[in-house]
């Protein structure tokens, strides 16, 4: 059972646009969050994160948006830009509780196209 | 700064052989995991290391199996390879046992089992 879903496989944007990547959560320990980007042949780069204390974390032109109620969170890339065309991961950790030791829970990533 | 590094980048195994593959953590960094990403998948938590203590397992066969240094590097063993195991295998470090914290990754080393 997937406990980080991220269910839309790809997405393809204009570039200048908003991309809006999303990301559902089933585990209600999870208190700690995190996005990825991956390209091919190389090891997922750190992103942006947020703790379940806040529901916003900005960082340039990357946001990330958690709404706890729903179990939901999103990252939008304003303005969007051909370099950023990747996978894209969500992650999430259970840090405050020691059975977990803060290991990552990943979903199945969504690719993301810029076109120019 | 270097970066994660983790060796080889490829390896090309048989069935049933043994394999090592091998992770350097950021500098300062003490906790080294290890993850597998299998095609069209996330990355799957397979070990934690902490202070060359094991301080967390996922869901993965005794197969398996891993270490610190003190040095803080890291191995990572699987014997008896299955065609399943062919997978990327990422070596990740950060500051800190518990969180919050951000896991830094290497390249990875992709491994085929034929």
């Known amino acids: 059972d997937q406990q980080v879903k991220q269910n839309s496989p790809s997405l393809s944007v204009q570039e200048g646009r908003i991309s809006i990547l999303n990301c559902d959560y089933t585990n209600s320990m999870f208190d700690y969050f995190l996005w990825y980007k991956k390209y091919p042949a190389e090891g997922p780069t750190f992103l942006i994160s947020i703790s379940s204390i806040k529901d916003k974390n900005e960082d340039g032109r990357f946001t990330v948006f958690l709404n706890k109620s729903a179990k939901h969170l999103s990252l939008h890339i304003v303005p969007s830009q051909p370099g950023d065309s990747a996978v894209y991961f969500c992650a999430a950790s259970a840090t405050s509780y020691g059975g977990s030791q803060g290991n990552l829970i990943f979903g199945k990533g969504t690719k993301l196209s810029v076109k120019p | ?42 990355p799957q938590f397979i070990f934690q290391y902490y202070e060359k203590e094991e301080r967390g397992r996922g869901n993965f066969p005794d197969r398996f199996s891993a270490r610190q240094f003190p040095n803080y590097s890291s191995e990572l063993n699987v014997n008896a390879l299955l065609l399943g195991d062919s997978a990327l295998y990422l070596c990740a470090s950060s500051l800190q046992l518990r969180g919050p914290y951000e896991q830094y990754f290497g390249p990875g080393t992709r491994l085929t089992v034929t």
């Open chain 2, 1 to 42: 700064d270097a970066g994660v590094t983790q060796s080889p980048t490829h390896l090309i195994k048989t069935r049933g052989q043994h394999v090592t593959l091998r992770c350097s953590p950021i500098s300062g960094h003490k906790s080294v995991s290890w993850y597998q990403q299998v095609l069209g998948q996330g």
